[in-house]
């Protein structure tokens, strides 16, 4: 189960294409379980409780996003290490890696658990939603610990070209955490907290699992005996990388928060409609971040290796795959959008308000999505040779769009506003991505970079 695989050898287009599909599938069950919480949540709870989850998504999204940008900044040195073939490097790395893993997973918890109530009165959650926004998001944050491990580990197995483990660990928790979204919601009627608690409880597992396959198959490696006598320098070099994307997610989540601030000036339709459009927007996302991850795995591991006349190969191949896939999605919100987000809202009274709302979101999505796909992967090459710094600053042009919309534009056409915020910021950002990439590609070839 556990395989490592060399990316420096071998046909891009069937590494990426594997690599991806296991994460696609690995991914689609684990974005499923929150596609099946949003629909318990909708037809148990009503709009109130859908409301509730799409008011406090960009908050959470800002919390898992710093421990999940500084882990996938750790797994791209990992990579590096891997494709040079320095396991001993490799096992200093990863032993920092997790001291640090563990002091900003108990730093993380306590702050927000401190503040998230002030948060949530600053966007403008409204009285009659605030209670169950305050539960979801304060138990969510309990896992944050289970999503810092899970991550380290899944994010060390994928430096080595292993995503069928992380594909059994999704797989695993997406079940479990519908099971659980049923026995706490629907059974036990645990309300809003029941949701998050099965949330928590499947990181757990996921989290297990992937620790229990890294030592089980990396045991007889140096990894547990690797000197601890450069930490400072392994530290050092790992927040130089890990800390520019996980800013990158902070400032997208800015943006985000900024159009929750405005959103909550809506009606509760709006909100839920928006709620479940993005539910499934998401939904048809986890592709475009799979073939991220594939992309920043094959560029690490032929980066450290030297083998830059294969990162081009790469790049071709995951957009190929990317925009085809995207194709697909776009066709799906565009044809089926309507009866999907039917899923989510049991309120004969609402209904029809909310679909509208979703709906005309949705269709402006799909003309777009293949922007998304670039943009995934254009910033994971860049991470993949070690430019950090310029997804950061993507992230930068993505929150001056979702702010400029959501402010001014939104003034002018009205809530549409929010929905082109949204296409404008990837449209932005790939801009600003793909002129680097031309450039860092030109410094590669004439061993500048």
């Known amino acids: 189960m556990a395989k490592d695989t060399d990316m420096t050898v071998g046909n891009p287009f069937v590494l990426i294409g594997t690599f991806s599909f296991s994460l696609v599938t690995g991914n689609l069950f684990q974005q499923l379980y ?29 919390v898992n996003g710093l421990a999940i940008g500084l882990v996938q900044g750790f797994s791209i040195l990992l990579g590096n290490c891997f494709g040079e073939k320095n396991e001993e490097r490799f096992g200093i790395y990863y032993q920092t890696a997790k001291k640090i893993c563990l002091v900003m997973a108990v730093v993380l918890t306590a702050v927000f658990l401190m503040i998230s109530g002030s948060i949530l009165k600053m966007l403008g ?7 169950m926004a305050k539960v979801y998001v304060d138990t969510i944050f309990l896992g944050i610990p289970f999503l810092a491990f899970y991550q380290l580990f899944s994010g060390a197995l994928r430096s080595r070209g292993n995503s069928r483990v992380p594909l059994l660990a999704m797989t695993v928790s997406s079940l479990c955490n519908i099971f659980l979204d049923i026995l706490f919601v629907n059974v036990l009627e645990f309300g809003i907290a029941g949701a998050a608690l ?23 490696t140096v990894y547990d005996r690797a000197t601890t006598a450069n930490d400072r320098t392994a530290a050092a070099r790992l927040f130089r990388m890990g800390l520019p994307m996980a800013m990158q997610s902070f400032i997208t989540s800015v943006g985000g928060l900024i159009v929750v601030n405005r959103i909550n000036q809506y009606d509760i339709t709006f909100l839920a409609g928006y709620t479940a459009a993005v539910k499934l927007y998401g939904l048809l996302e986890i592709a475009a ?13 032929n980066y450290g290796a030297d083998r830059t006349d294969r990162i081009r190969q790469g790049v071709h191949a995951s957009v190929v795959m990317g925009v085809a896939v995207s194709l697909v999605c776009s066709g799906i919100m565009a044809i089926g959008g309507r009866s999907i987000l039917q899923l989510f809202i049991d309120t004969s009274d609402m209904m029809e308000a909310v679909l509208g709302y979703g709906f005309e979101f949705l269709k402006i999505l799909a003309v777009f999505f293949p922007f998304l796909y670039i943009l995934y992967i254009l910033r994971a ?39 082109w915020g949204e296409v404008s910021a990837w449209l932005f950002a790939d801009a600003v991505l793909f002129i680097t990439y031309r450039m860092d590609m030109k410094k590669i070839r004439t061993g500048v970079l």
């Open 34 to 62: 929150t596609f099946a919480d949003t629909v318990i949540i909708g037809k148990k709870i009503g709009a109130l409780g859908l409301a509730a989850v799409g008011g406090t998504e960009w908050l959470i999204f800002m």
């Open 125 to 131: 959650t409204k009285d009659e939603v605030y209670p």
């Open 198 to 220: 099965g949330t928590i409880l499947s990181e757990f597992v996921v989290m297990l699992i992937c620790g229990y396959f890294f030592y089980h198959d990396q045991r007889q």
């Open 289 to 301: 971040s799979s073939f991220g991850m594939a992309a920043a795995a094959y560029v690490s591991q």
């Open 381 to 419: 090459v860049l991470q993949g040779i070690n430019n950090t710094v310029v997804p950061m600053i993507s992230s930068f042009a993505q929150l001056a769009m979702r702010l400029l919309c959501a402010t001014v534009l939104t003034r002018l056409i009205g809530y549409e506003g929010i929905f």
